[in-house]
């Protein structure tokens, strides 16, 4: 009898097991069928970026970690960093590469070193205006070059905005094509941008956004170009004395992750990733047009010199840098750069 006992309990026992394996099989049969805030163990997103704390590129961040901790009850934090504290636009993106990041936003232009594609961007003069820029960012040709981004260990989530960039400098008023002579302007690190100050006679530097102000004030360069929400709120104002419309290149910021973390996340996790970078976005590009209107008032209350540049000047810097578009064309990829102006035809029907 207690032979049978024995034999019976055992029996029972492996039926026990066997019934949980096949539960946790169900489970991962129908898509993980967990959810996302039972994605497993806890997951912590170092998400950081060059801008301050002012800047609505910060807010957006905080609006991605508001709407990610949320949807997965807790089970990813997301920690922000701003300023720089990180490191610069592109460290920060070989920091993703490198899994030792999760998250940063960093301009086109520089991403355009892991992605030479991204350069179609910092085309000058190529979007007459947000609402374009915003219509092509997110359709078919901005969405299919995010997907190139994965080659590089990298997901490209969305797009937000860093905006139209306008010229400061310590030197003189620039209202023309002349004005711009011999002047040593910080571009961001991108060949196009320098080939392009180049061709409008200016004496460019490529530098890392980190150590622009430092540069400004030691008079290592005499001036820098970024939309007026940037020069205000990161006090340029303190070390510039004059501000021009010139509206050269309209710039994308480009919400990166980290791809071996993404590839981690289960399916559902994957999906808040998406819409919390897609919200945030949209959330940061209203933030910043409202900052652009109201900063450039800003930065004359504070002594800033503002220079209209003439529409002639302007006719003669879109002539000047037209060598520069056909030259970088071939680099970019013809076929790219001819999606990019067909959608923005389009977009403007
Ligand atoms: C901040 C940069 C900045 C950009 C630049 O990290 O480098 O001038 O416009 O916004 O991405």
Known sequence: MKKLAMVLSTILLIAMLAA???SGEKASSNGGGESASNGGESKVIKAGIGLNDQHPQYK???KFKEIVEEKTDGAITVETYHSGQLGD???MTEALQLGTQEVTVPSTAPLANFVPEFSVFDIPFLFPNEEVADTVLDGEVGQELLQKLESQNLVGLSYWENGFRDLTNSKRAVATMK???GLKIRTMENDLHLDAFKA???NPTPMAFT??????QQGTVDGQENPYATIYLQK????QNHVSNTHHIYSPFVFLMSKSFYDGLTEDQQKIMKEAAVEAGKYERKLNREANDKYLQSLQDEGMEYTEITPEAREEMVKAV???IDEYKGQIGEETVDKVYKAIEEAQK
Do not use: H, I, K, Q
Not at 211 to 216: D, V
């Open 20 to 22: 949980c394996g096949n």
């Open 60 to 62: 957006g961040l905080l």
């Open 89 to 91: 636009d592109r460290s």
């Open 179 to 181: 004005d711009f002579d």
């Open 200 to 202: 409008l006679g200016a």
């Open 211 to 216: 150590e622009l102000f430092t540069a400004l």
């Open 236 to 239: 340029f104002y303190e070390v």
């Open 322 to 324: 037209a060598p520069v």
